[in-house]
C-alpha cells in the first residue's frame, strides 16, 4: 500500500491540532481498505476491534429492533470517525455498518484508543461526534413514534439531502444511491407506502428519481412536506 500523505488527516477536526508528526505516527499504525456498496464493514453486537475513519464514500448506520426489524438510524459522511465503541465503553458494536456507495475507510487496533484520546483535540471531537449521532438517532425514533407518515419520508430525504446534497442542473441531487426500500427501513414504513409517496412528489415536480438516485429539485416544497420549522 502506498505510503498516506498527512494532509489526508490534517484538516479534519479530530486531528487538526496534532502537529504533522503526529499524523505520521498516526497514519503508519492505520490500514486502509477500500469497500463496496452494501459491504458490511462491522456488524451490531460483534467485538469491537477496531475503530474507523471514513475518507471517502457514504455509510449507512442499522440498528436492530426487539422485535427484529432492521432501522437505518443515520448516514456518515466523508471526513467522520465511525465504530468508536470505547467512547461508549462498549466491547462491542452498538449498531451496524453498511457501505452506502463505494467506500475508502482507515481503521486501528481499539487498543489504540486510549492513545487517541491524548492527542490535542481528537477526544474533545470524538466526543461531539458522539453526542450529534445520538441526538440524530433519537430525532428519527421521535419521528417514527409520533409523525404521520408523509412528515417522515419528508424529513428522511431532507436529512438525507441536508447532509451530502450536491447541486446540478436538475436540483440537489443526494450524494449516493438510494432505493425505495432504503428510505422504507429509515422510516419504519411499508415500501409501497413510500413508493406511492414519492411518485406523487415526481407528478407534483418535488423530486426527481431513477434507479437508486434521488434528486429534490424543489427543496423549499420538501421542507414544508416534512414541517421542520425553518
Not at 19 to 35: C, F, G, H
Not at 114 to 125: D, H, V
Request: net charge neutral; proline share 4%; aromatic share 6%.
Amino acid at each position: 500500500m502506498p505510503k498516506l500523505d498527512e494532509s489526508l488527516l490534517s484538516d479534519l477536526p479530530p486531528f487538526s491540532q496534532l502537529e504533522r508528526s503526529q499524523i505520521r505516527t498516526i497514519l503508519d499504525q492505520a490500514v486502509s481498505r477500500r469497500y463496496d456498496e452494501g459491504t458490511a464493514i462491522f456488524r451490531e453486537g460483534h467485538e469491537a476491534d477496531r475503530f474507523y475513519l471514513l475518507l471517502d464514500g457514504y455509510l449507512r448506520v442499522i440498528r436492530s429492533t426487539e422485535g427484529g426489524e432492521e432501522i437505518i438510524v443515520l448516514h456518515i459522511s466523508p471526513g467522520q470517525l465511525f465504530g468508536i465503541a470505547k467512547a461508549l465503553e462498549r466491547d462491542t458494536y452498538p449498531a451496524t455498518s453498511i457501505a452506502a456507495a463505494e467506500s475508502i475507510a482507515l481503521s486501528w487496533p481499539m487498543s489504540l484508543w486510549t492513545e487517541f484520546t491524548t492527542y490535542p483535540g481528537f477526544a474533545t471531537e470524538s466526543y461531539k461526534t458522539l453526542g450529534r449521532r445520538l441526538g440524530e438517532i433519537q430525532t428519527t425514533l421521535t419521528e417514527m413514534a409520533t409523525q404521520a407518515v408523509e412528515k417522515r419520508v419528508a424529513c428522511a430525504v431532507l436529512r438525507m439531502m441536508n447532509q451530502s446534497g450536491r447541486r446540478t442542473e436538475g436540483g440537489v441531487e443526494i450524494g449516493f444511491p438510494i432505493t425505495r426500500q432504503n428510505i422504507s427501513d429509515m422510516t419504519g414504513t411499508t415500501l409501497h407506502t413510500v413508493s406511492r409517496l414519492l411518485s406523487a412528489w415526481e407528478k407534483d415536480g418535488v423530486v426527481a428519481s431513477r434507479r437508486k438516485r434521488i434528486v429534490v429539485t424543489k427543496p423549499h416544497e420538501l421542507v414544508l412536506l416534512s414541517g421542520v420549522q425553518g
